[in-house]
């Protein structure tokens, strides 16, 4: 099973602007068109409960979007199983359920605990970065501060527009 990690950030890593959530407001419409793409051939989507909060998701039947929560109760209006389901599991036991499951990708879409998370775990086998040629100075970043060291390995890189947005894929290194 592969666990890709994606993210759009800026130059100076920051994934918010100033700490407003929505990356559309700030995105390029070529980074949002890719984004959109990944999310809607994923069978298989997770995030934190931070990032469904902001914009809750449409259950869809066309796949499982997996929302990581201490409080999984709170949700339950939300909660459509097999389509949106609310878990205070960690990761490894999510990553072994869904592997066990015949699960053979995973998009994790953040936020920077969850991220952190899986990376630290050693769950993480890509992580496809938009760069986006801005400077916020401030804004959240797509790690939270924890002990990480994660080596990449770059796999393919592309330019998208003609302001330099840049999707870069990466292999992590285990």
Do not use: C
């Amino acid at each position: 099973m592969k666990i890709r990690l994606i993210f759009v950030t800026t130059l100076d890593g920051k994934v918010t602007k100033w700490g407003d959530p929505h990356v559309f407001h700030w995105s390029s419409k070529e980074d949002q068109r890719y984004f959109m793409h990944e999310w809607n051939s994923a069978k298989v989507i997770i995030m934190g409960s931070s990032t469904f909060a902001f914009d809750p998701v449409k259950p869809s039947p066309e796949r499982l979007l997996i929302v990581m929560t201490s409080t999984p109760e709170k949700y339950k209006q939300y909660l459509v199983p097999g389509q949106v389901e609310f878990t205070k599991e960690s990761p490894v036991e999510i990553a072994d359920r869904l592997k066990a499951a015949g699960h053979p990708e995973i998009l994790l879409v953040g936020g920077a605990h969850i991220a952190s998370a899986y990376l630290a775990e050693g769950l993480v086998d890509e992580f496809w970065l938009t760069f986006e040629p801005r400077i916020f100075g401030t804004g959240g970043n797509f790690v939270s501060e924890k002990p990480l060291d994660v080596k990449l390995k770059l796999t393919s890189i592309e330019k998208v527009n003609e302001q330099g947005t840049l999707i870069a894929k990466y292999a992590i290194e285990k």
